[in-house]
């Protein structure tokens, strides 16, 4: 079983209406298979016979149709209780997941939700940084300072602020974050944070943005079209690689990222 380290991303997955539509999006996207959850509500996703992701029927229509991000704790009461002490909300209390392991959702204080996951006989991906895995994840928030010392706080990131080309040439503010004993910096990154500026509309909450490595990104944003998704970002080259951010034929918005350096 894979072993994450504390406070590292291990797991992702989608709340949708339509599961079936789901499977038939993301199956011709990225090519991943499906092996459903002992009658329950959702179905695990494969790339290669590797767990990826799952997607998951909602509960409730009023639900948000969205990608949901966790993080890897050891302690998860503890780290529920963090997330009170420093001014977030827990949305979920710790709950069991059978013998996979205990999961919790949370809040940070601008409004961004992610998940915690103690692992049991899950550690979460068993892929990642590969084509059609997990590769990366960052908040966007209106909230920079209160959401970094947040996550410094609960998770024990240490920040390293880069700027990043944005629209017409100008720079754009944004963090990386590094695991508490590791050597601040973008070798050691595992997330990040983003502004979200007054170019974003008002309405717009803050939320995580989580990105699948890809080899060829222009190819899978034209894809995802013609499966019935949506371009918002346009594929555009930045110091990692080239990227594009989409939506699914239900809403959900992810990223896929084609790296300067993939791992085969």
């Known amino acids: 079983m894979a072993v994450f380290a504390h406070s590292a991303p291990c797991w992702v997955d989608v709340q949708l209406s339509d599961l079936e539509a789901g499977k038939r999006f993301y199956g011709g996207l990225f090519g991943w298979t499906f092996r459903a959850g002992d009658g329950m509500p959702f179905a695990d996703a494969y790339s290669e016979g590797e767990l ?84 990366w994840t960052e908040v966007y928030t209106r909230q920079p300072e209160r959401v970094d010392a947040f996550y ?36 050691t990154a595992v997330g990040g944070r983003a502004v979200l500026t007054d170019a974003f509309p008002a309405m717009l909450p803050s939320y995580f943005l989580s990105y699948f490595a890809v080899v060829d990104c222009d190819g899978t944003a034209d894809a995802a079209v013609r499966l019935g998704g949506r371009i918002t970002a346009p594929p555009l080259d930045i110091p990692y690689g080239r990227m594009a951010v989409l939506q699914d034929d239900q809403g959900a918005a992810f990223a896929v990222l084609q790296p300067t350096e993939l791992l085969p």
């Not at 997941?97 to 940070?108: E, P, R, S, T």
């Not at 609960?154 to 720079?171: H, M, R, S, W």
């Open 152 to 187: 410094e706080e609960v998770f024990g990131f240490q920040g390293t602020d880069i700027e990043l080309p944005g629209e017409a040439g100008a720079a754009e503010p944004f963090r990386v974050w590094s695991p508490a004993g590791t050597e601040p910096g973008e070798d």
């Open 52 to 135: 990826v992701a799952a997607l998951a029927a909602k509960r409730d229509g009023r639900m948000p149709t969205t990608w949901g991000v966790y993080f890897s704790t050891d302690d998860i009461r503890a780290t529920v209780a963090l997330v009170r002490k420093a001014g977030g909300q827990v949305i979920t209390d710790p709950v069991r997941a059978g013998a996979a392991g205990i999961l919790a959702q949370a809040a940070d204080p601008g409004g961004a939700v992610f998940g915690l996951w103690q692992a049991g006989e899950r550690a979460g991906f068993e892929k990642q940084n590969r084509p059609a895995a997990f590769c």
